[in-house]
């Protein structure tokens, strides 16, 4: 038997890896790089717990000054309309509240994620970043239009629901180069074929499935895993799960739309599919809202998260 035959016969009984396979081992690669911070990890574990307080949260968290000058920088913005200058953390922490001081401190932890400078032409992890800031200036938007009282995790929701795209990164650069060559972007940074589908062919999984593996190995809530996983596709889960995916659908295709982003690489066109707005509720005057106040809050946003 020729050494051809030989090789040919070892490759087709290796046995293909399934996109789960894929996922698990492009983590498990990353672990040392996203790791979150233990003391994001403690204030997470802090807020999910229903028996928590603030004071409870403040011990923790006044043991991180660069943590306690961004919450003082957020709760004095503009973002949150408070009424004077205030200077005490653990009068900030009563004012924003537990999950608006978690979704700080992940920011800031996330921010350091998404570091990193030209990957190749047409892709940056800054040009990311920011795509994710403003569609998590969306994602509020719209919750706070349609009074869902689920702002501050609509927020988390769009700074999280491309992070996917950094597993990619950190795993396997040439990959994603490979990726994005095969995107033909256009000088506006318009893709003439669906990533999804060149991720499915050159990593053997797309960024919605390597999103909802490090969210699930960060041991966030279900609803975020639900956000990676499907805000391309957000009427593929069950009814009671649609909220936030759909929300950040909705944002990710606005926030697309801002000349001050330069991300969308992942969106063929920014056209809304009128099936997500109507599980939403959301009018065409609401959608128009909040189309017309997005950049001054993604501007808002920008200042205290970059």
Known sequence: MSSNNTAQEQQSTTPVKSADEIVGDAIREISHIATLPEITVRIIELVEDPTSTAQDLHNVVSNDPALCSRILKVVNSSFYGLPGQIGSI??????????????????????KLFRGGQLCPGFSARDLWMHAVATAAGCKLVADKLQLGIADEAFLSGLVHDIGIMVEMQSNRNKLIEV?????????????????????????????????????????????????????????????????????????????????????????????????????????????EVREELPERYEDVALLLT
């Not at 653990?90 to 921010?111: D, E, H, M, P, T």
């Open 90 to 111: 653990n009068r900030a922490i009563v004012l924003l509240g537990l999950n608006a001081v978690k979704n700080i401190a992940i920011s800031a932890s996330l921010a």
């Open 180 to 288: 994005v060559a095969a995107l033909g972007a256009d000088k506006d940074g318009i893709p003439q074929s669906d990533m999804l589908a060149a991720e499915k062919k050159i990593f053997g999984a797309d960024h919605q499935m390597f999103g909802k593996g490090l969210c699930e190995k960060w041991k966030f809530p279900a609803v975020f895993s639900n956000v990676c996983g499907f805000h391309h596709n957000p009427l593929d889960l069950a009814s009671g799960s649609r909220n936030l995916p759909c929300i950040v659908y909705v944002a990710d295709r606005l926030a697309a739309g801002l000349s001050a982003t330069s991300f969308r690489l992942d969106l063929l066109d920014t056209e809304l599919d009128h099936a997500v707005l109507d599980e939403l509720r959301m009018s065409s005057d609401k959608l128009a």
